[in-house]
C-alpha cells in the first residue's frame, strides 16, 4: 500500500462485554518502519451503525510500502471475553488517491469457511463457529464482517482479523 491518507472512516456496531474491548488499528510501515497510525477501541453497546473519523497521525515523511490492519473484537492482550462482537462494514481514506483495499467487505473467497478477500481470520483454529463471519448486517452495499470472540481449538478465546499474515512482524 502506498497511499497518504490524513483520515480512516470507519462504520461501526458492536457488543463489547464488560471488561473487554474491541480495537481497530492501521500501521503504515515503509522498509519495515513505522511511519504512521491511526487507533480506536470500543466499549460498551451501540446497536446501530456508527461513523468513526479517525485521523492519521504521520510521523516520517513520505508514503508507505505496507499497511497493516488489526481489527480485534476483544482485547489484545488478556483477559478476552468470548461473547462480544464488533461490525464493521465501509472502511475507507480520505485524501488518498488509493482506496482502503476491500474496505467495503463486498468480496469474499469460499474456504472451510469464507474468508474476506485480502484479510486473514483466526477462523482456522474455529470449534463449532467461525469468528469471522459475512453479514448482511451493513451500513452500505451487500456486507459487512462480523467478528465475534470464541473459544478457538487451542482453547483460548480469539476473535481477530488482519491483512497482514499471523506469525509475522
Do not use: C
Amino acid at each position: 500500500y502506498n497511499g497518504h491518507p490524513d483520515t480512516v472512516v470507519i462504520h461501526v456496531k458492536y457488543n463489547i462485554i464488560a471488561k473487554d474491548t474491541g480495537n481497530f488499528m492501521l500501521v503504515f510501515k515503509r522498509n519495515d518502519s513505522l511511519i504512521g497510525a491511526s487507533s480506536t477501541r470500543f466499549i460498551g453497546v451501540q446497536s446501530n451503525y456508527i461513523e468513526y473519523r479517525l485521523p492519521v497521525t504521520w510521523i516520517k515523511a513520505g508514503n508507505p510500502d505496507t499497511l497493516v490492519a488489526i481489527i480485534s473484537s476483544s482485547n489484545l492482550d488478556y483477559p478476552k471475553v468470548p461473547g462480544s462482537y464488533l461490525y464493521i462494514d465501509g472502511i475507507q481514506f480520505i485524501n488518498s488517491a488509493v482506496p482502503f483495499p476491500n474496505g467495503d467487505f463486498e468480496n469474499w473467497t469460499a474456504a472451510s469457511s469464507e474468508e474476506p478477500d485480502n484479510w486473514f481470520t483466526v477462523n482456522f483454529g474455529k470449534t463449532n463457529v467461525p469468528s469471522v463471519t459475512k453479514s448482511s448486517d451493513s451500513y452500505n452495499g451487500d456486507y459487512a464482517i462480523r467478528i465475534e470472540t470464541i473459544n478457538t481449538l487451542w482453547g483460548k478465546p480469539s476473535g481477530i482479523i488482519t491483512n497482514g499474515k499471523f506469525g509475522d512482524d
